[in-house]
């Protein structure tokens, strides 16, 4: 299996900008793609974004188009997730997750669940609040 550590949360005014980076350690990395989810309080743990094994094809969830990116290196076995233009609503802890049997088609990615994952970070805190 592999193991998923977040980082990069914080703080940050509406209309700002972040930076999330998963690191992995395992074999199994860059066998998977890896997602990012978010959790609200009191809320279901939802899909944020999902990256292809090869770093060639993300799918971005239509709430967060435009605004959230996801980039993978598998050199370093790092995914990043970019966040701009940040509302209030963005408020949630902010998961990443690999060791996924689905995997992207050859004409694109598509919206993952929580039970297509095994592996889960412990989750980075990320609150937008003037």
């Known amino acids: 299996q592999v193991r998923l550590v977040e980082s990069g949360g914080g703080l940050v005014q509406p209309g700002g900008s972040l930076t999330l980076s998963c690191v992995a350690s395992?074999?199994?990395?860059?066998?998977?793609?890896i997602g990012w989810f978010r959790q609200k309080p009191g809320k279901e743990r939802e899909f944020v974004a999902v990256?292809?094994?090869?770093?060639?094809?993300?799918y971005v969830a239509d709430s967060m188009k435009g605004r959230f990116f996801v980039s993978r290196d598998n050199a370093k076995m790092t995914v990043d997730l970019q966040m701009n233009s940040l509302k209030p609503e963005d408020t949630a802890v902010y998961f990443c997750?690999?060791?996924?049997?689905?995997?992207?088609?050859?004409?694109?990615?598509?919206?993952?669940?929580?039970?297509?994952?095994?592996?889960w970070g412990q989750g980075t805190q990320v609150t937008v609040s003037s």
């Open positions: 997750a690999g060791d996924s049997p689905r995997y992207c088609s050859g004409r694109g990615c598509n919206e993952f669940a929580v039970a297509d994952f095994s592996s």
């Open positions: 990256v292809s094994r090869s770093s060639g094809m993300t």
């Open positions: 395992g074999r199994t990395f860059s066998n998977s793609v």
